[in-house]
């Protein structure tokens, strides 16, 4: 109990190893999402990845032609359904590496 009290105590009067932490942090949280495993399991998940689907495409109006900013796109699954549901332009932005999957996904769909 001491210990961790003076743990605390000292990250959150330093805050230069707050920002440290903070950003490795970052760095592990995007890192991760960079493994595709972590994207199959989703992309695997029936439940998920229905209701995403039937939700978008069954409300075509909220997505025909408008332009959809897909913001943490990861594989880019959600952009393919906005296209499905009628967008004119899909924006599709992830911070971690999987956008490079996301990049040879989309240009093997539409070139
Ligand atoms: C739970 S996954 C969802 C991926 C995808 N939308 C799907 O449904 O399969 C969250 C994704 O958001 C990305 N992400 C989280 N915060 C972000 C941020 N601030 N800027 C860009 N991408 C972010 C992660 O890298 C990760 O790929």
């Known amino acids: 109990m001491k210990e961790t009290m003076r ?3 000292t990250s959150s009067t330093d ?5 440290e932490t903070a950003v490795e942090e970052k760095d592990s949280y995007f890192s991760n999402y ?4 972590i994207h199959e399991e989703m992309l695997k998940d ?3 990845m229905d209701s995403y689907e039937l939700f978008i ?3 075509t109006e909220i997505f025909k032609d408008k332009v959809v900013l897909d913001i943490g796109c990861g594989t880019g699954i959600l952009s393919l359904f906005a296209v499905k ?3 004119s332009h899909v924006f599709a932005i992830d911070q971690s590496p999987i956008i490079h999957k996301a990049v040879e996904i989309s240009e093997r769909e539409w070139g």
């Open 15 to 19: 805050p230069d190893a707050t920002m």
């Open 34 to 37: 960079g493994h595709h495993g």
């Open 7 to 9: 743990e605390l105590t």
């Open 46 to 48: 029936e439940v998920r």
């Open 85 to 87: 549901a009628g967008a």
């Open 57 to 59: 495409t069954k409300n």
